[in-house]
């Protein structure tokens, strides 16, 4: 019996997008894989079977999608709509709209609304659950300082990233008001946020291969442990060249983290212990975005081009499924030196 060998890059799903990818995400209950493009698509994949299960287009570009369950999910789109797709029945339904293309979605779990962030720089939630149309699904609008540039959950908390560095904290239960205003503690703009999956905190990446470390807890104790380390850059002939982290993606079961960036580059790092445990062999494109399989075992990554140079010819965009090996994502113990006998 002949070995199959995977690639070095993963295993590279057929039919991908034939535009760049913004955003592609696995579900919590299997190896299905939702994926958002500017060719004005979402497309359901089965990672696991490497098949295209459904796609849906849309009235312009989609900057994001999310899951509500295995086969239904949201979509985000410079169309500035906010739709429902249910691939199962091939459905789908405009559950409002944005006043310009809408940036980010994310479905919350704990209070069965979807909530998306514009540039038209408000934050609106959804209840899915009512008629489709706007007067029946909004629950509310939320003006932000600027345009939403990246929104992340955990728990009751969300946590939303705008142009002009800043970072609001909300409470899902009482949207009022955010419980937290901040600025982002990277001097450039924001490129993604996403909450630690303990609920202690959120990471923030930045234009300037940067990611800061941040923590809810506004105590004296609690804001000490903040930090910030520089990724995804290079020195060539004495110059430093810096690449945009376009993605953060934690892994749910050790809650190390992965970032992509445009250097093309995936690094795997422990939080904790300030260390890079991994980098993967670099990617033929940018890495666009990132996802861990619900048991940490697959690690999706969208190879595709963002544009950080302007049009110009490259390479197909692309998505690789990688098996994850422990010795990549498992924290490493602290070897403490033995004391003399």
Request: hydrophobic fraction near 35%; glycine fraction near 8%.
């Amino acid at each position: 019996m002949t070995a199959v060998v995977t690639p070095v890059a993963g295993r590279e799903l057929s039919n991908p997008p034939s535009d760049g990818i913004s955003n592609l995400r696995f579900s919590n209950h299997s190896d299905h894989l939702l994926v958002s493009s500017w060719d004005k698509t979402v497309r359901l994949y089965d990672a696991s079977a490497n098949a295209l299960r459904g796609e849906f287009m849309h009235g312009g570009a989609v900057l994001d999608c999310c899951f509500h369950d295995d086969s239904s999910g949201f979509s985000a789109s410079a169309d500035n709509t906010v739709r429902r797709l249910v691939f199962n029945y091939g459905k789908e339904d405009i559950l409002g709209r944005h006043d310009a293309p809408v940036r980010c979605v994310e479905y919350s779990y704990a209070i069965g609304q979807v909530i998306t962030g514009s540039w038209d720089k408000t934050l609106k939630c959804w209840d899915p659950r009512g008629a489709s149309g706007q007067e029946h699904t909004l629950v509310g609008t939320y003006s932000q300082p600027e345009r939403v540039y990246s929104i992340s959950l955990v728990g009751h908390r969300l946590v939303v990233a705008t142009a002009g560095r800043h970072v609001n904290v909300y409470d899902l239960r009482n949207m009022s008001q955010p419980e937290q205003r901040r600025e982002s503690s990277l001097k450039y703009q924001t490129r993604c946020v996403r909450c630690y999956p303990n609920g202690t905190g959120f990471a923030l990446s930045s234009v300037e291969g940067r990611v800061a470390m941040e923590f809810f807890d506004l105590s004296e104790a609690g804001q000490s442990k903040k930090y910030a380390f520089k990724c995804h850059r290079k020195s060539e002939a004495g110059r430093d060249i810096v690449y945009p982290v376009n993605s953060i993606a934690f892994h749910p079961i050790y809650g190390t983290f992965a970032t992509g960036g445009c250097d093309g580059y995936v690094n795997v790092w422990d939080g904790n212990n300030k260390k890079r445990l991994y980098q993967y062999s670099k990617y033929p494109m940018s890495i666009a975005a990132l996802s861990f399989s619900r048991d940490g075992r697959l690690l999706a990554v969208a190879s595709s081009y963002t544009f950080e140079e302007g049009d110009k010819l490259h390479e197909p965009d692309s998505i690789f499924v990688r098996s994850v090996n422990e010795v990549e994502v498992k924290p490493k113990p602290k070897v403490y030196p033995t004391p003399p006998a």
